[in-house]
C-alpha cells in the first residue's frame, strides 16, 4: 500500500510537466499566435512581444511561488490528502479560465490561478511521499514524481504535434482543457487514499496514526513493527517540538539539529537545479530550435522529452544505490561539460546543428537521470517533521521564484531583437553547472537507506562531507539515537 500510496500521489506531477511541455510549444501555435500576437507588417505573419511571450511564460511560476507559500499552510492545517485536494481544485480553475474567453488579461490571470495550484502540489506532494515511503526504497518511490513530470513534458510536446495546424481555437484549447481530465482522476483517488501517519502524529492522532501506518505497511495494527514505528515517530515528534515555537522563524534555528543549514541547503539545492539551464530548454526549446535554423522544432521538442522520460528511469534505480551525493555531483560534471561543448559547437551549419542536438540529448539524460529526481527526494527528507512543511514551502518557493526570473529574462538573451546570445547563452548554464558541482559536494548530506527519524541523527553528528561514512556506519551496524519513549513524552505529545 505504501508503494501504491507513492505512486499515485507522483502522478500529481503529470500536471506540472504537462504545463511545462504545453506553454513551450502553444506560444508557437499559428493560431495562438494570430489571437495573442502582433500582425508582422503587411506579412502574414505573427509574432508575440518579448514582454508578452515572458509574462506567457513567467506567470505561472509567479503563481507557483505564491502556491508553494501557501504550502505550508494547506499542509499543516489541513492535512497532506486535503491539501493536494484543494490545489487540484484550484488548478481546475486555472484552467477553465484559460480556454472560457479569448482575451489575454484572463489567459494570464487562469495561468497564474493554474500556477497557485501547481505551487501547492510541488510543496506538499513529495512531503507526503516522503512520509509514506519504506525507507529502504523511498529515493526510487519519491523520484516517481519527477518520472511523471518527464511523462507530462513529453505527451505535452505530442498533443502540441497533434493540434498545432488546427484553424480554430482548439489548436491550443485542446491540450490545455485535457488537464480537467487528469485532476478529476487525481481528487478522486486522493479520498481514497490514507493520510501521512506522521502528519496524524503531529496533530496528536495516535489512534488514526496506527491506522494509517497499518495501511500503509498492509499489517495487522498491533503488529510489533506498527507499534515501533509510531513509537519512533512519537519520540522524534516530541523531541522536535520542545524545541520549535510554530513560527517561520524555526526554520532558521541554530544549535544541534543544524536547521538553519537543512533550511538553506534546501532552498540552494532548487535554486541550482533551476540555474543549471534545464527549463531554457523545456520553455523555449521549440523557440530556440526555430530560430536556429532547424527542422521540425516540434519533433526535435517530442525526441528529447522522450529522452528526459526514458533516463529518468535509471535515476530512480540510482538514487537509492549510489546514493543522493553522488548522483548529484555526477550528473553536474556531466551537464557542464554537455553545455559548454554546446556553445563551443555553435549553429553554423547543418553538421554543427547535429552535434548540437546530440549534445542537448546527452545534457537532458544526464538531469534526467541526477538532478531532476534528486532535488524532490532530498528536500523531502532533509528537515524535521515539525517544520517540514515550513521548510519545504520555502525551499519549493525559491524554486518557482528563479524559475520566474528566468522565464523573464530568458527572451532578452535569446531573441533576435534583443540579446540574439544563440548557443553562446549555454556558456551561462555551463558555468553555473561548476556551481551545482560545489554544492553537491559541500553541501548536501548522504541520506540514502534511513528513516526520516533516523536522517535527524545523522546530520546533528556529521556534516555533508562526513555524513557519507556516518551513513554506511548506520545501516551496517543499526546505529541509533539513545532516545527512549516514556509516558512523559506521550503526555507532552497530548498536550500539544
Known sequence: MAIFVSIFAALGGFLYGYDTGLISGIINIPYFLQTYGHRQGNTTTYLLASSDKGLIVSILSAGTFVGALLGYPSSDYLGRR??????????????????????????????????????????????????????????????????????????????????????????????????????????????????????????????????????????????????????????????????????????????????????????????????????FIFYYGTTFFHSSGMAHPFLLTIIINLVNVTMTIPGLLLIDLLGRRKLLIIGACGMCLCEYSIALIGQSNETKQKLLIVFVCIYIAFFASTWGPSTSVITGELYPTCIRAKCMSLSTASNWLVNFMLGCITPYLIDADKGNLGTDVFFIWGTTCLGCVLFGFFCVWETRGLSLEKINYLIRNSSPITSVQLNQRMRSSGIIENEVLNNESIQLLDKS
Open 82 to 279: 486535503r491539501g493536494l485536494i484543494l490545489a487540484y481544485l484550484i488548478f481546475s480553475v486555472g484552467v477553465i479560465l484559460q480556454i472560457i474567453i479569448e482575451q489575454f488579461q484572463v489567459f494570464i490571470l487562469g495561468r497564474f490561478i493554474t500556477g497557485l495550484g501547481l505551487g501547492i502540489v510541488s510543496c506538499i506532494l513529495p512531503i507526503y511521499q516522503s512520509e509514506c515511503a519504506p525507507k529502504q526504497i523511498r529515493g526510487a518511490l519519491v523520484s516517481t514524481y519527477q518520472l511523471f513530470i518527464t511523462i507530462g513534458l513529453f505527451v505535452a510536446a505530442v498533443v502540441n504535434y497533434q493540434t498545432k495546424d488546427r484553424t480554430s481555437s482548439a489548436a491550443y484549447r485542446i491540450p490545455i482543457g485535457l488537464q480537467l481530465l487528469w485532476t478529476a482522476i487525481l481528487c478522486i483517488g486522493m479520498f481514497l487514499l490514507p493520510e501521512s501517519p506522521r502528519y496524524l502524529i503531529l496533530k496528536g492522532n495516535v489512534d488514526q496514526a496506527y491506522q494509517s501506518q497499518s495501511r500503509l505497511t498492509s499489517k495487522k495494527i498491533d503488529d510489533p513493527q506498527v507499534t515501533y514505528h509510531i513509537k519512533e515517530m512519537i519520540v522524534d515528534t516530541v523531541a522536535a517540538k520542545a524545541q520549535q515555537s510554530g513560527t517561520y522563524l524555526d526554520c532558521f534555528q541554530l544549535g544541534p539539529d543544524k536547521t538553519l543549514w537543512r533550511t538553506l541547503g534546501g532552498i540552494f539545492l532548487q535554486v541550482w537545479q533551476q540555474l543549471s539551464g534545464i527549463n
